[in-house]
């Protein structure tokens, strides 16, 4: 079995939520997200270590927060202005026997255990894996202005964290992103770059992220039970 | 000024709605998203004709509706089992002398005056336009489970309803799709294999499909005025 981790990155500031907080320290029935999102990666069996990455000026609450039942919980180390910056923060603290590594968002707190399992499980086999849903849009790539052309509605997958990956492929998809001055809007596209297949793990659209004060609405109906039951189907048509 | 009608398609069966009704008759409000929708077309000042589109067993139906005082109606015509059927069936109907024809979904029933004559106007100086909204997901095109290709953020966006089209040109687009046995999801598409530029007119996230019961929630929290704020911009990503 290799040695895994999951990187909870916490560093986005979140500002559209509304809150004076940054994001992941808003609260879902009583509970941050972020607290949420920790929790459900440590209870994971087959990950060894749980990586928080913080904006540096959110240090401060982090220690305000009671953390201390959450087993396999690392110091959390201060992010960097882009994504891939607090990925190459959090992969740096860990220790150098880690081999498999989750990069998740703590904003998508209602990921569940299975999930990270399934993408933890695609990676370690394959090399890189991340969640994804089907999207229900039909998706136009529009450049200037005008369409520049219509994907197959049947291939096109809004990504998700979870994204999974061998250690020293992310290491090496983060150094090419920096030589080439290349910024992903997620990690899997870093490592595509490299040439390398990733695999994709259905998910749920449950697995929101929550960024709007909606988003925490519909996170609420999910938790209370009543949620929505927004369907992976694409719609009828006609 | 060109002669311009409004395909309203209802065609849809929308079991994924939960109601007994097919979906463009489910009430929001009080009012069918059907009516609500016809209402809107017939507001637009440039728009001289309304031209439903029904499933064949929902005409019935129709005539339940209380719809006398819709200016610029047109008696509703069956639809077809494709939404290109539904189209042509729609386009059929149409006096001879309409050369701008706008296609709208009954069911994205939230959508403005001021987004119909915009997409109109595109059309009529371009040939082609439809309403579509930035994407806030990293959209993946996946196939056989594994990713393709990550198009860049800035460049996909939803596609919504109404695309508006010179009524030659959807015409020729109709015709090449079905001789080439062609299915898209939205019409759009069917033009864009002509080989002819389609505009992008960058609507509202608050022009959603009605679809699911949840969609209806939404759709009831935009109309109390208290609805989400769901920006287009970009979700901040480090």
Redesign the interface.
């Known amino acids: 079995m290799m040695k895994t981790a999951v990187l909870v ?1 916490a ?6 939520l509304g809150h004076a907080l940054p994001k992941a320290f808003a609260a879902l029935r009583g509970k941050t997200l972020l607290q949420r999102s920790l929790e459900t990666a440590a209870a994971v069996p087959e990950v060894d270590l749980v990586q928080p990455v913080l ?1 540096a000026v959110d240090l401060p609450r982090w220690f305000a927060l009671e953390l201390a039942a959450i087993a396999k919980l690392c110091e959390p180390v201060p ?5 891939q ?2 990925v190459a923060a959090g992969l740096a603290a860990l220790p150098q026997d880690v081999e498999l590594v989750a990069v998740h968002d703590a904003a998508r707190c209602l990921v569940t255990v299975e999930e990270i399992r399934r993408v933890l499980a695609a990676a370690s086999e394959h090399g890189a894996a ?1 969640l ?1 849903v089907p ?9 200037d ?7 197959p ?1 049947s ?5 998700q964290t979870p994204q999974a990956f061998r250690v020293e492929l992310l290491r090496e998809a983060l150094a090419k992103a920096r030589a080439d001055a290349v910024l ?3 990690d ?2 870093l490592v ?1 770059r490299l040439g390398v ?4 793990v259905e998910g749920s659209p449950r697995n929101l ?1 929550i ?4 988003d925490l609405e ?1 996170a609420e ?1 999910w938790l209370a039970g009543a949620g ?4 992976a ?6």
């Not at 992010?79 to 994504?83: D, H, L, M, S």
């Not at 202005?145 to 994907?151: Q, S």
């Not at 297949?197 to 994709?200: E, G, N």
């Not at 960024?211 to 909606?214: M, Q, Y």
């Open positions: 990155l560093a986005g500031r979140g500002e559209r904006a992010g960097g202005a882009e994504r910056d607090s991340l994804a999207l229900r849009d039909t998706v136009k790539r529009v450049r202005g005008e369409v520049l052309e219509t994907p509605r291939e096109c997958w809004a990504a992903g809007t997620d899997a596209q595509e297949p990733v695999k994709v992220k960024t709007l004060p909606e519909v109906a929505p039951a927004r369907s189907r694409r719609e009828d048509q006609a």
